[in-house]
T-cell receptor, first 117, second 116 residues
Framework: AQTVTQSQPEMSVQEAETVTLSCTYD???????LFWYKQPPSRQMILVIR??????QNATENRFSVNFQKAAKSFSLKISDSQLGDTAMYFCAFMKHYGGATNKLIFGTGTLLAVQP | NAGVMQNPRHLVRRRGQEARLRCSPMKGHSHVYWYRQLPEEGLKFMVYLQKENIIDESGMPKERFSAEFPKEGPSILRIQQVVRGDSAAYFCASSPYTGVQNTEAFFGQGTRLTVV
């Protein structure tokens, strides 16, 4: 069974600075996807960034980038130039890469990020 | 193109009543997933459905919970005889297909169920 661990329940960062959120996972699969989702107070789940395990290059999306270390099973999220609107709960998630029955997501417990003015 | 629509947004039920949560997937999406988020926790997978089929219900409690996705109309998550421990946010996500390459799931805004 796959598990996802986020060891930082809460983080705080000053506006315009950089912050890194940690995520580790455990799986015996070789092909899979990893995601970071953002959940602001509205509760809407918003996809921030996605990484395919077979790709060595780290994914980037504007101010968001990941550090994917497959051997270490680590998948951290870096947010550069933090903005007040980045304040939210951030969830790391795992999904098997399989053309079969399901592509359910396995979520971590989340990190609450507060961006301070 | 409307996103995933869930209703109601908020639902209050007394212990022992039934709760019905609805999810209309994005247009063209035939796969629906239900997740539950307990207070201070991450989302946990409950069930995966295609039209008229339950594909994976490994996350569903054995009793009182059921889900359907009929040929016409929204997907329904039904909780019978609710208890206080059922209080949570219930999220629906949809995707266009599951094939050789898994695809992104798009989430609704959730239904917050409160059992009093």
């Amino acid at each position: 069974a796959q598990t996802v661990t986020q060891s930082q329940p809460e983080m705080s960062v000053q506006e315009a600075e950089t912050v890194t959120l940690s995520c580790t996972y455990d799986t015996s699969e070789n092909n899979y996807y990893l995601f970071w989702y953002k959940q602001p107070p509205s509760r809407q789940m918003i996809l921030v960034i996605r990484q395919e395990a077979y790709k060595q290059q780290n994914a980037t999306e504007n101010r968001f980038s990941v550090n994917f270390q497959k051997a270490a099973k680590s998948f951290s999220l870096k947010i550069s130039d933090s903005q007040l609107g980045d304040t939210a709960m951030y969830f790391c998630a795992f999904m098997k890469h399989y053309g079969g029955a399901t592509n359910k997501l396995i979520f971590g417990t989340g990190t609450l990020l507060a961006v301070q003015p | 193109n409307a996103g995933v629509m869930q209703n109601p947004r908020h639902l209050v039920r007394r212990r022992g009543q039934e709760a019905r949560l609805r999810c209309s997937p994005m247009k063209g999406h035939s796969h629906v997933y239900w997740y539950r988020q307990l207070p201070e926790e991450g989302l946990k997978f409950m069930v995966y459905l295609q039209k008229e089929n339950i594909i994976d219900e490994s996350g569903m409690p054995k009793e009182r919970f059921s889900a359907e996705f009929p040929k016409e109309g929204p997907s329904i998550l039904r909780i019978q005889q609710v208890v206080r421990g059922d209080s949570a946010a219930y999220f629906c996500a949809s995707s266009p297909y599951t094939g050789v390459q898994n695809t992104e799931a798009f989430f609704g805004q959730g239904t917050r169920l409160t059992v009093v």
